[in-house]
Nanobody
Framework: QVQLVESGGGLVQAGGSLTLSCTGFGSIFDIYAVTWYRQAPGKQRELVAPLTTDGTTKSADSLKGRFAISRDGAKRTVYLRMDSLKPEDTAVYYC?????????WGQGTQVTVSS
């Protein structure tokens, strides 16, 4: 069993920055397999940070230059650094990992960007 806990969301003005954290507890999992999604009100969940072919993750092409992924293995934590935030980035952000065929989601953290 893996438990993912996100933190770091909040209210920020357009143009500002936030760093979200996703910390894993419980069973050992591949920290490089952790990805980020977001879901805006009335919209489907969107992949923010997909896996790449080498098993690592990076930010989606549409978010390049604004979103960046980093990891701290010792802390079992994956970070999502978000810069130049726009009102359309407002959403609940979730981290996700699949481990041994089981999907694990965090509880989500709200990011609200005011114009």
């Amino acid at each position: 069993q893996v438990q993912l806990v996100e933190s770091g969301g909040g209210l920020v003005q357009a143009g500002g920055s936030l760093t979200l954290s996703c910390t894993g507890f419980g069973s050992i999992f591949d920290i490089y397999a952790v990805t980020w999604y977001r879901q805006a009100p009335g919209k489907q969940r969107e992949l923010v940070a997909p896996l790449t072919t080498d098993g690592t993750t990076k930010s989606a092409d549409s978010l390049k230059g604004r979103f960046a992924i980093s990891r701290d293995g010792a802390k079992r934590t994956v970070y999502l650094r978000m810069d130049s935030l726009k009102p359309e980035d407002t959403a609940v952000y979730y981290c996700f990992v699949e481990d041994l065929g089981i999907d694990y989601w965090g509880q989500g953290t709200q990011v609200t960007v005011s114009s």
